[in-house]
C-alpha cells in the first residue's frame, strides 16, 4: 500500500454525501478485549436493531471490540469470529484480504479507517461445506457523544460453505452526534453463500459512511438486505459487489427517512462474466424534510448476464425529497439489463379502500406503507421475522 | 328490568338502513337525486339499471366513500343520522360494501388485511368463511394482484363477511364471474340473510338473481332516480325479456 497516496485522501471528500470534518470528532485509543459483561451502552442500543444482547457474538461500543462467549460456540464448526485486529495477527488470511476490496485511498473516510482505526471490526471464517447453523449476530454502538468510530469487517465464507450474517449498528438513547465509518470487504468464495441483514438506527447529529466491496465467485450468491429507519444527519453508502461466472447477488434496501436527514444509498453491481445476475431493490418511505437519493447500478461486462433495478419510493410529506438514480451500462451483446423507479403518494383510492373495511386513515396507511416495504428477499425465515418486527417499528414510525 | 338506551331503542324501531330524498353529487354534477329507500334487517334488495345510471355511486355514498359526496338529503342507519360519518365509522356500525372494483395492492397480503380485520371485528367462523368461498388458496397473495375475476368478487364477499355485517351492499358480484362463483356468491348471499343481514344487490345484467331464493324488492334505477319498485317475480321477467327502456315502459303500462 502507498502510504503516502492514503495520506494524501485524508482531505479527499467523498463523491457524494455531505463533506464531514472529521477533525472535530474525538478519536479513542482502539483497544481488543474480552466482554465480561454485555457493555451497557450496547445493551441499550441492540434493541433498537431488533438483537438480543446476549445472542451477539461480536461487539463493538466505539473504538472497543469484544470477544464474546457467544463467538465460541461457533468454533466446534470451525468457524472464527475474531476482532479484525486479532485475525489480522494470526491468521494469513485475513491479512490476505485486508484492504483489497475497498481501496483505502478511495476517499478521507477509508483513508482515516486506515490509518488511524486501529482494526477493530470482526473477522469471520467459514470453513468449506459449513453450513453455520445460526445467525451469526454482530452489533457497533456509538456509546459517547462526539465520537467517530471506525470498523474494518473482512468476511471470507470459503467454497460451499453457508452463513447468515446480521449486524446492528445503532446508538442507545440520549447520545446525539458522532461518525461511524464502516469498511466491509466480504468474500464469497465457488458455490458459497452469505446472507448479510443490517439494520440501523441512529439518531440525529450522526454521519455514517459505510464502505463495502464484496466479490462473489462462481456459482455463489450474496443477499444484502439492509434496512435503516432512524433520523440521521447523513448516511452515504454505495457498496460494490463483484460477481463471477453464475454469481448471484440480491440487494435489497428499505429506508425510511426522517427530520432533515440526508440518506445517499445505493447499490452497484459488476456482472463480470458470463451467467452472473443480480437485482438490486430499494423502497423508500420519506417524510419530514428528508432527502434520499436511491443510487442504484449495475454494469455488465460480459454477455448472458442479468440485472434488474427496482427502486421504488413513497413522499409522506410535502418536504420530503426523493431522487432515485438508476443506471444501467452494458458494453457486451446479450446481457439483459432494465430499471424500474416510481415515485408516488400513498394511491388515495387503496386508503378509501381500506377504510370502507373499518380502518382510519391512519391505520390504512399503515397496512400500506407496511406492504410497500414488504419484499420478498431470500432469507431465512428466522431472520425474516425478525425484519418483519423492524418494521413494524419502521411503519409506526412512518406513519407517527 | 332491562335498561335499554335511546339508541338501541330506536334502533329496534327504526329501518335498519334509510335513506331520505338523497342527492349524491360527483364533482358538482348530481348523480342521484332524491332518492328514497327503506332496507330491514333480512331484506334482500335488488338494484337493477343501465351502466352510468348511479347504481355504485348510490353504494359509494351509503358506505361513505370519499369520491361521491352527499349533496342532499338524508341517510339513517338504525334510525342514526350518519350523513356525514366516515367510511370506516360507518363500517363500524356494520355497513359493508364488496366493491365492484377492488384496488390491487401490491405487498399487502390478504391473510395481513383479514387477520387485521378479524381483530377488530371478532369472526367465529372465519376459517369456514374462508373455505365457503375458496380464498384460502389466495391468503398468502398480494391483495387482489393477479386475481381473475370471480376470485376478486369471492374475496371481496369473504373480506364482507369477516365484518359481521348489519347491512351488506354488493356491487356487481356477478359481472365478469364464471359460473360456480356465481354459485358460491349466491350461497354466501343466503347466509347473510340466514343471519338477518340486510342486503343491497347492485346488478346490471340479473344473473345472480335467478340463483336467490328469496329477493323482497327490485328497484329499477334509471338516471339517478328510482323510476320502479316492485316484486322480483312482477319486474325480473320483463327486464330480462324486454331490457331496461322498454321493460320499464311494459311495467308502468301494466299498472296505468
Same mark, same amino acid.
Given at each position: 500500500?502507498?502510504?503516502?497516496?492514503?495520506?494524501?485522501?485524508?482531505?479527499?471528500?467523498?463523491?457524494?454525501?455531505?463533506?464531514?470534518? +472529521?477533525?472535530?470528532?474525538?478519536?479513542?485509543?482502539?483497544?481488543?478485549?474480552?466482554? /465480561?459483561?454485555?457493555?451497557?451502552?450496547?445493551?441499550?442500543?441492540?434493541?433498537?436493531?431488533?438483537?438480543?444482547?446476549?445472542? +451477539?457474538?461480536?461487539?463493538?461500543?466505539?473504538?472497543?471490540?469484544?470477544?464474546?462467549?457467544?463467538?465460541?460456540?461457533?468454533?466446534?464448526?470451525?468457524?472464527?469470529?475474531?476482532?479484525?485486529?486479532?485475525?489480522?495477527?494470526?491468521?494469513?488470511?485475513?491479512?490476505?484480504?485486508?484492504? /483489497?476490496?475497498?481501496?483505502?485511498?478511495?476517499?478521507?473516510?477509508?483513508?482515516?479507517?486506515?490509518?488511524?482505526?486501529?482494526?477493530?471490526?470482526?473477522?469471520?471464517?467459514?470453513?468449506?461445506?459449513?453450513?453455520?447453523?445460526?445467525?451469526?449476530?454482530?452489533?457497533?454502538?456509538?456509546?459517547?457523544?462526539?465520537?467517530?468510530?471506525?470498523?474494518?469487517?473482512?468476511?471470507?465464507?470459503?467454497?460451499?460453505?453457508?452463513?447468515?450474517?446480521?449486524?446492528?449498528?445503532?446508538?442507545?438513547?440520549?447520545?446525539?452526534?458522532?461518525?461511524?465509518?464502516?469498511?466491509?470487504?466480504?468474500?464469497?468464495? /465457488?458455490?458459497?453463500?452469505?446472507?448479510?441483514?443490517?439494520?440501523?438506527?441512529?439518531?440525529?447529529?450522526?454521519?455514517?459512511?459505510?464502505?463495502?466491496?464484496?466479490?462473489?465467485?462462481?456459482?455463489?450468491?450474496?443477499?444484502?438486505?439492509?434496512?435503516?429507519?432512524?433520523?440521521?444527519?447523513?448516511?452515504?453508502?454505495?457498496?460494490?459487489?463483484?460477481?463471477?461466472?453464475?454469481?448471484?447477488?440480491?440487494?435489497?434496501?428499505?429506508?425510511?427517512?426522517?427530520?432533515?436527514?440526508?440518506?445517499?444509498?445505493?447499490?452497484?453491481?459488476? +456482472?463480470?462474466?458470463?451467467?452472473?445476475?443480480?437485482?438490486?431493490?430499494?423502497?423508500?418511505?420519506?417524510?419530514?424534510?428528508?432527502?434520499?437519493?436511491? /443510487?442504484?447500478?449495475?454494469?455488465?461486462?460480459?454477455?448472458?448476464?442479468?440485472?434488474?433495478?427496482?427502486?421504488?419510493?413513497?413522499?409522506?410529506?410535502?418536504?420530503?425529497?426523493?431522487?432515485?438514480?438508476?443506471?444501467?451500462?452494458?458494453?457486451?451483446?446479450?446481457?439483459? +439489463?432494465?430499471?424500474?423507479?416510481?415515485?408516488?403518494?400513498?394511491?388515495?383510492?387503496?386508503?378509501?379502500?381500506?377504510?370502507?373495511?373499518?380502518?382510519?386513515?391512519?391505520?390504512?396507511?399503515?397496512?400500506?406503507?407496511?406492504?410497500?416495504?414488504?419484499?420478498?428477499?431470500?432469507?431465512?425465515?428466522?431472520?425474516?421475522?425478525?425484519?418483519?418486527?423492524?418494521?413494524?417499528?419502521?411503519?409506526?414510525?412512518?406513519?407517527? | #328490568?332491562?335498561?335499554?338506551?335511546?339508541?338501541?331503542? !330506536?334502533?329496534? $324501531?327504526?329501518?335498519? @338502513?334509510? @335513506?331520505?330524498?338523497?342527492?349524491?353529487?360527483?364533482?358538482?354534477?348530481?348523480?342521484?337525486?332524491? @332518492?328514497? @329507500?327503506?332496507?330491514?334487517?333480512?331484506?334482500?334488495?335488488? $338494484? #337493477?339499471?343501465?351502466?352510468?345510471?348511479?347504481?355504485?355511486? =348510490? =353504494?359509494?355514498?351509503?358506505?361513505?366513500?370519499?369520491?361521491?359526496?352527499?349533496?342532499?338529503?338524508? $341517510?339513517?342507519?338504525? *334510525?342514526?343520522?350518519?350523513?356525514?360519518?366516515?367510511?370506516?365509522?360507518?363500517?363500524? =356500525?356494520?355497513?359493508?360494501?364488496?366493491?365492484?372494483?377492488?384496488?390491487?395492492?401490491?405487498?399487502?397480503?390478504?391473510?395481513?388485511?383479514?387477520?387485521? #380485520?378479524?381483530?377488530?371485528?371478532?369472526?367465529?367462523?372465519?376459517?369456514?368463511?374462508?373455505?365457503?368461498?375458496?380464498?384460502?388458496?389466495? #391468503?398468502?397473495?398480494?391483495?387482489?394482484?393477479?386475481?381473475?375475476?370471480?376470485? &376478486?368478487?369471492?374475496?371481496?364477499?369473504? !373480506?364482507?363477511?369477516?365484518?359481521?355485517?348489519?347491512?351488506?351492499?354488493?356491487?356487481?358480484?356477478?359481472?365478469?364471474?364464471?359460473?360456480?362463483?356465481?354459485?358460491?356468491?349466491?350461497?354466501?348471499?343466503?347466509? !347473510?340473510?340466514?343471519?338477518?343481514? *340486510?342486503?343491497?344487490?347492485?346488478?346490471?345484467?340479473?344473473?345472480?338473481?335467478?340463483?336467490?331464493?328469496?329477493?323482497?324488492?327490485?328497484?329499477? =334505477?334509471?338516471?339517478?332516480?328510482?323510476?320502479?319498485?316492485?316484486?322480483?317475480?312482477?319486474?325480473?321477467?320483463? $327486464?330480462? &325479456?324486454?331490457?331496461?327502456?322498454? *321493460?320499464?315502459?311494459?311495467?308502468?303500462?301494466?299498472?296505468?
Amino acid at each position: 500500500m502507498n502510504i503516502s497516496e492514503v495520506e494524501k485522501a485524508l482531505i479527499k471528500p467523498a463523491l457524494y454525501g455531505p463533506d464531514i470534518d +472529521l477533525s472535530k470528532y474525538k478519536l479513542e485509543e482502539a483497544v481488543v478485549e474480552e466482554a /465480561r459483561d454485555v457493555d451497557p451502552g450496547v445493551a441499550s442500543a441492540a434493541p433498537r436493531v431488533g438483537l438480543e444482547p446476549g445472542k +451477539l457474538m461480536y461487539v463493538q461500543s466505539n473504538e472497543r471490540a469484544l470477544y464474546t462467549a457467544m463467538a465460541r460456540a461457533l468454533s466446534k464448526y470451525g468457524v472464527i469470529v475474531a476482532p479484525t485486529r486479532e485475525g489480522l495477527e494470526k491468521k494469513p488470511l485475513a491479512k490476505e484480504l485486508a484492504w /483489497r476490496l475497498v481501496n483505502p485511498a478511495s476517499d478521507k473516510y477509508t483513508a482515516s479507517a486506515y490509518l488511524y482505526g486501529g482494526e477493530v471490526g470482526y473477522f469471520i471464517y467459514v470453513p468449506p461445506y459449513t453450513k453455520v447453523p445460526m445467525p451469526v449476530y454482530t452489533c457497533l454502538a456509538i456509546t459517547t457523544n462526539n465520537t467517530v468510530q471506525f470498523a474494518h469487517n473482512i468476511v471470507y465464507v470459503d467454497e460451499g460453505a453457508e452463513v447468515n450474517l446480521v449486524t446492528g449498528c445503532a446508538i442507545p438513547h440520549g447520545i446525539k452526534d458522532g461518525v461511524h465509518v464502516g469498511i466491509s470487504e466480504f468474500y464469497v468464495a /465457488r458455490n458459497a453463500k452469505l446472507t448479510f441483514t443490517m439494520i440501523h438506527a441512529w439518531a440525529e447529529g450522526l454521519h455514517v459512511r459505510p464502505r463495502t466491496a464484496v466479490r462473489v465467485e462462481e456459482g455463489g450468491e450474496y443477499v444484502s438486505y439492509y434496512v435503516t429507519y432512524s433520523p440521521v444527519a447523513s448516511i452515504q453508502t454505495y457498496p460494490t459487489v463483484y460477481l463471477k461466472k453464475n454469481a448471484k447477488a440480491y440487494l435489497a434496501s428499505i429506508i425510511a427517512s426522517s427530520k432533515k436527514g440526508v440518506y445517499d444509498i445505493g447499490a452497484r453491481s459488476i +456482472l463480470e462474466e458470463p451467467g452472473a445476475s443480480t437485482e438490486n431493490i430499494s423502497r423508500v418511505v420519506a417524510k419530514d424534510e428528508s432527502s434520499v437519493y436511491a /443510487r442504484a447500478e449495475i454494469e455488465a461486462i460480459e454477455s448472458d448476464t442479468k440485472g434488474h433495478i427496482e427502486c421504488l419510493g413513497l413522499l409522506l410529506s410535502p418536504r420530503a425529497v426523493v431522487s432515485s438514480i438508476p443506471i444501467i451500462t452494458s458494453r457486451k451483446q446479450g446481457a439483459v +439489463l432494465s430499471h424500474e423507479a416510481a415515485i408516488g403518494l400513498i394511491a388515495q383510492k387503496e386508503i378509501d379502500y381500506l377504510m370502507s373495511k373499518g380502518f382510519s386513515e391512519d391505520e390504512a396507511k399503515a397496512v400500506l406503507i407496511r406492504g410497500f416495504m414488504n419484499i420478498d428477499a431470500p432469507i431465512p425465515p428466522s431472520i425474516k421475522k425478525q425484519v418483519d418486527q423492524i418494521l413494524d417499528i419502521v411503519t409506526k414510525y412512518a406513519v407517527g | #328490568m332491562t335498561v335499554y338506551t335511546i339508541t338501541e331503542l !330506536l334502533g329496534a $324501531i327504526m329501518p335498519l @338502513l334509510e @335513506l331520505r330524498d338523497l342527492s349524491v353529487c360527483v364533482e358538482e354534477k348530481k348523480i342521484i337525486e332524491n @332518492l328514497s @329507500l327503506v332496507v330491514e334487517p333480512g331484506e334482500i334488495h335488488v $338494484i #337493477m339499471g343501465p351502466n352510468g345510471s348511479g347504481k355504485s355511486t =348510490l =353504494l359509494s355514498a351509503i358506505m361513505g366513500l370519499k369520491t361521491p359526496t352527499i349533496c342532499g338529503g338524508k $341517510i339513517y342507519f338504525e *334510525g342514526k343520522d350518519i350523513t356525514n360519518l366516515p367510511s370506516y365509522e360507518r363500517a363500524k =356500525l356494520g355497513i359493508s360494501l364488496a366493491h365492484q372494483y377492488p384496488p390491487e395492492i401490491k405487498g399487502v397480503k390478504l391473510r395481513e388485511v383479514a387477520s387485521a #380485520m378479524v381483530r377488530k371485528y371478532g369472526c367465529s367462523d372465519c376459517t369456514l368463511l374462508a373455505k365457503m368461498l375458496l380464498v384460502e388458496q389466495f #391468503m398468502n397473495r398480494d391483495l387482489f394482484v393477479g386475481f381473475s375475476g370471480g376470485e &376478486k368478487k369471492r374475496t371481496e364477499l369473504f !373480506l364482507l363477511m369477516l365484518q359481521n355485517p348489519k347491512l351488506a351492499m354488493l356491487d356487481e358480484p356477478d359481472s365478469g364471474v364464471d359460473v360456480e362463483s356465481i354459485e358460491l356468491l349466491a350461497r354466501s348471499i343466503e347466509t !347473510l340473510r340466514s343471519r338477518n343481514t *340486510g342486503v343491497i344487490l347492485v346488478t346490471h345484467l340479473g344473473v345472480i338473481t335467478e340463483k336467490l331464493s328469496r329477493i323482497n324488492k327490485v328497484h329499477l =334505477l334509471i338516471q339517478g332516480r328510482i323510476v320502479y319498485s316492485g316484486s322480483p317475480d312482477e319486474v325480473l321477467p320483463v $327486464i330480462m &325479456k324486454f331490457g331496461y327502456r322498454k *321493460g320499464l315502459e311494459v311495467l308502468t303500462s301494466k299498472g296505468a
